[in-house]
């Protein structure tokens, strides 16, 4: 503290103390590591394994029913799964408490999209401080980035996104 009574706090401390509070969008990594990656359940009720995509690009979208922009991102990523069918699977997975809000909000005209549920807990563990919150992966199953906000996933942002994980 200095005369005035202010703290002073280096970069790094700074960061640190973000993350200990959890905020920033740095997620706080345990002693054991990172936290894992959220489990997703499909539709149907079966684990969805990552592993099994490999060869494709992998979108990972975490949404729910109550969020508006999450639902309008929708619309946009189905855009983009349609048009780059068989080279990029879209994962829109659910934070939804009652699974049922998030399949009458997912709809049924995403045709391209596959619909997962996760549980919110869980993917505020692995980082996200709010939805939407998408996770690419290239084809080898390496995490190229995270976005914690609505993009337009046919726009300039995105292409340069899916570029880097070709």
Known sequence: MNKRGIVSLSARRFA???TLLGVGGVPAVAESGPAPFPTL???KGQAIKLQALRGHVVIVNFWASWCGPCRAELASLERLAATRSGRVIVIAASVDEDPR???AAFGSNRPHLRLAFASLSAV???GALGMPYSIVLDAKGTEVQRVARS???TGPEAT???ERAK
Do not use: E, F, P
Request: no cysteine; aromatic share 12%; proline share 0%.
């Open 151 to 153: 993009i337009d996933w």
């Open 41 to 43: 359940v499909a539709d």
């Open 160 to 162: 340069r996104i899916m």
């Open 16 to 18: 640190l103390t973000l």
């Open 101 to 103: 809000s998030g399949k």
């Open 124 to 126: 505020q563990n692995y």
